[in-house]
């Protein structure tokens, strides 16, 4: 039985008068893909932030592989991967000198080129990241995520934006850093993405978890309640299309 690598209690974060978290609970296993679904302002990006200790919190305790975030932060970031959303990443540097300068900071040896590879930007290893499009820069974050080897990742919307095939090509890079022992913490508006990733999902509604369970369960625990659809569905749907006229391999923007 695997163990918790996260636990969160009572978490709670407030901006000034307003409660965007509202005492949550939760833990994620050691080695699963978590997922944290909501609508807009549901709070996943603050408890994320959190968790990864770039946000103070208001009250709740996170611990972290053992660690409490409030007695050392620097030792949790040391073992967790981060996506940051829009950052600067060094307008001069090229990725392989940038991959090659957070790799000297985390005191890692990195292979750029490899790392470029599984998210199909080695062409553009010389180029600066200001140069890249939206969606190679979404997959260049992923990449720097990966720099330090981190035992935990944290995704916040990985797949925004990009195209069908980067999308599943991503899903399988994320499925083999699961296959390497890692654990992983996604956000995500998409819930094929999450039904075809993640172990176990939180739904997050106003600062508050409303449910938490596998994909499975949830959905069963729906269809017991009654549900059903309006019109059947086909066996396949325009996402299927596209890929099957398109191809699955990497495209370029
Ligand atoms: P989305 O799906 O839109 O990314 P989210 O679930 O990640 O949403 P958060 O970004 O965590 O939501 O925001 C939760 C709530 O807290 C929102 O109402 C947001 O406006 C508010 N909030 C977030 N950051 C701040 C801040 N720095 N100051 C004040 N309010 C904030």
Redesign the pocket.
């Known amino acids: 039985m695997a163990q918790p690598i996260i636990k969160v209690q009572d978490l709670v974060k407030r901006?000034?008068n307003?409660e965007?978290v509202k005492g949550i609970s939760f833990e994620v296993m050691e080695g699963e893909i978590f997922g944290l679904l909501?609508?807009?302002?549901?709070?996943?990006?603050?408890?994320l932030e959190i968790i990864e200790t770039l946000r103070p919190k208001t009250s709740g305790s996170v611990i972290v592989d053992g660690i409490d975030i409030d007695s050392d932060r620097q030792a949790v970031k040391n073992i967790i991967g981060v996506q940051l959303q829009a950052a600067g990443y060094y307008p001069n540097l090229n990725l392989k000198q940038i991959i090659e300068l957070f790799a000297g900071l985390y005191n890692r040896t990195v292979d750029p080129l490899a790392l470029l590879d599984k998210v199909n930007l080695r062409e553009k290893a010389k180029n600066k990241y200001k140069e890249l499009s939206g969606g190679q820069k979404q997959r260049f974050s992923i990449a720097t995520t990966l720099i330090n080897q981190p035992k935990i990742i944290f995704l916040d919307?990985p797949t925004t934006g990009l195209d069908p095939q980067a999308r599943r090509n991503l899903w399988d890079l994320i499925k083999q850093l699961r296959a390497s022992g890692a654990t992983v913490v996604i956000?995500t508006?998409y819930m094929d993405e999450a039904e075809e990733l993640c172990e176990r999902v939180a739904i997050?509604d106003s600062g508050r978890i409303i449910a938490i369970n596998t994909p499975h369960a949830l959905i069963d625990n729906l269809l017991a309640s009654g549900f059903t659809r309006a019109k059947a569905v086909k066996g396949a749907n325009l996402e299927d299309v596209f890929l099957n006229m398109t191809g699955k391999e990497w495209r370029d923007e």
Not at 42 to 47: D, F, P, R, V
Request: proline share 6%.
């Open positions: 901006y000034g307003f965007a909501g609508p807009n302002g549901a709070g996943k990006t603050t408890t919307e956000t508006h997050v």
